[in-house]
């Protein structure tokens, strides 16, 4: 299994203002993934980060607004850029087992609430 | 493309009853299923997940759900709720060998004494 540290655990931020968000696993992992979880909505995949190479956005989300930084294989920040309140949101970051073990191992979540 | 169902956004049960969350799925290759449970202001948690060994999966915290191929269900069920069951729920799919998970839009669980 991984142990997955996110932080900060909840933040009030000003709209226009930027938030990085930092993610350590305890293992070394290929891929890591960021979720978004809108309130009273299911989870979305912003992201892949894998180490050495750009990001993989998904449809709906841009590099420019939420940069991701994957500097070495257990750990990201995901940076959500020039906030607004629809970025209110819990994100997620997330790694995927291996074999036996696949499936995702989630962090406690970034909890964001944008005035 | 896949894609998961959950019917009901809540479901409210007595303690000690029969608990059911729906999840249906869509997908065109054998899945990897599994559920997910988020307490209030924490992260998720893998209950169980479905990878085709056996269609009966049992999970964690007396927790179970059982594939249905002929109904492309995966229904989680426990018999006897507990309060410290009240919770949000997740079904999900993948498939094998790729990252993406496809989540439901989840339900809440509320346990009433």
């Known amino acids: 299994s991984a142990v997955i540290s996110q932080k900060p655990s909840r933040d009030i931020c000003q709209r226009g203002t930027s938030l990085t968000i930092q993610c350590q696993v305890d293992?070394?992992?290929?891929?890591m993934f960021w979720y978004r979880q809108q309130p009273g909505q299911s989870l979305t995949l912003i992201a892949t980060?894998?180490?050495?190479?750009?990001?993989?956005?998904e449809s709906g989300f841009v590099i420019d607004k939420f940069p991701i930084s994957r500097p070495n294989l257990t750990f990201s920040t995901l940076t959500v850029s020039n906030m607004s309140p629809e970025d209110s949101s819990i994100y997620l970051c997330?790694?995927?087992?291996?074999?036996?073990?696949?499936?995702?191992?989630f962090g406690s979540g970034t909890q964001l609430s944008v005035l | 493309a896949q894609s998961v169902t959950q019917l009901g956004s809540h479901v409210s049960v007595s303690e000690g009853a029969l608990v059911l969350l729906r999840c249906n799925y869509s997908?065109?290759?054998?899945?990897?299923l599994f559920w997910y449970v988020q307490y209030p202001n924490q992260g998720l948690q893998l209950l169980l997940k479905?990878?085709?060994?056996?269609?009966l999966v049992k999970g964690i915290n007396g927790f179970e759900a059982e594939f249905k191929k002929s109904e492309t269900s995966f229904h989680l069920t426990k018999p006897s709720a507990h309060m410290s069951d009240a919770a949000e729920y997740f079904c999900?799919?993948?498939?094998?060998?790729?990252?993406?998970?496809?989540f439901g839009t989840g339900t809440r669980l509320k346990v009433l004494a």
């Open positions: 997330s790694v995927e087992g291996q074999g036996e073990n696949e499936k995702l191992f």
């Open positions: 293992s070394q992992v290929t891929m």
């Open positions: 980060a894998n180490q050495g190479s750009e990001a993989t956005y």
């Open positions: 997908s065109s290759v054998p899945p990897y």
């Open positions: 479905y990878t085709s060994a056996a269609t």
């Open positions: 999900a799919v993948g498939d094998s060998g790729t990252y993406k998970y496809i």
